[in-house]
């Protein structure tokens, strides 16, 4: 049973530039939820994908977009990159169930110079 | 805003004995309650959960309490072992925010022989 699936590992950005980061949900799951994982910090919540709509958001700003595929796989997409965005990107997925478990991936560790 | 709080970053236990983690939070509106486990270089692991209308939940070594009219809502391992040395999150959903996990900054619990 493949768990929460994200990539790339590592990218190193430069400021001002763009990404993209993918997650591939674990099997069964149709909910995915991003977060953001400063140093020494907790994780915080971007946003959620539902039935390919966001359907919350955190206390980010619209550089921070997102998309859910048909078979629920989801990518984030960060515009204008700054040295602040530096961190680890964490996917979660869960099902549509309100007090569901949310699954993380590994994550995707970013550097902006 | 910090709506859950991990006021102590670290704690360090004797293997066998038992590790306790607390954390406290501040929005009444929570009623959902986890505990995530992380170690370098991997996402979050669940542990544990409780509904607010629970006050103690257990899952071999790991039980959770929770106090609602206190906030607080501790960990407890028993008997701690070497593999349980890892970074511990704390994390909480609301009814009116679903699936948005708000997280606390984490304890470094480290596990020694």
């Known amino acids: 049973d493949a768990g929460v699936t994200q990539s790339p590992t590592h990218l190193i950005k430069t400021r001002g530039q763009q990404v993209t980061l993918r997650c591939s949900p674990k099997?069964?799951?149709?909910?995915v939820s991003w977060y953001q994982q400063a140093l020494g910090q907790g994780p915080q919540f971007i946003f959620q994908?539902?039935?390919?709509?966001?359907?919350q958001r955190g206390n980010f700003p619209d550089r921070f977009s997102g998309h859910q595929f048909p078979n629920y796989s989801s990518e984030l997409n960060v515009n204008a990159l700054l040295l602040g965005d530096s961190a680890l990107y964490l996917c979660?997925?869960?099902?549509?169930?309100?007090?569901?478990?949310?699954?993380f991936g590994p994550g995707t560790r970013l550097l902006v110079l | 805003d910090q709506q859950v709080k991990q006021n102590s970053p670290s704690l360090s236990v004797q293997e066998g004995r038992i590790s306790i983690l607390n954390c406290d939070y501040t929005?009444?509106?929570?009623?959902?309650f986890l505990w995530y486990k992380k170690y370098p270089a991997e996402g979050p692991t669940f542990l544990i959960s409780?509904?607010?209308?629970?006050d103690k939940n257990e899952d071999g070594r790991f039980t959770v309490f929770l106090n609602k009219s206190a906030k607080h809502l501790s960990l407890h391992i028993v008997p701690s072992q070497p593999g349980d040395s890892a970074v511990y999150f704390c994390?909480?959903?609301?009814?009116?925010?679903?699936?948005?996990?708000?997280f606390g900054a984490g304890t470094q619990v480290v596990v020694t022989p």
């Open positions: 409780i509904s607010s209308i629970k």
């Open positions: 994908y539902y039935e390919e709509e966001e359907r």
């Open positions: 994390a909480a959903s609301a009814t009116d925010s679903w699936g948005k996990l708000q």
């Open positions: 979660a997925s869960s099902l549509s169930s309100r007090e569901e478990t949310q699954y």
């Open positions: 929005n009444s509106m929570f009623d959902y």
């Open positions: 099997s069964g799951h149709d909910t």
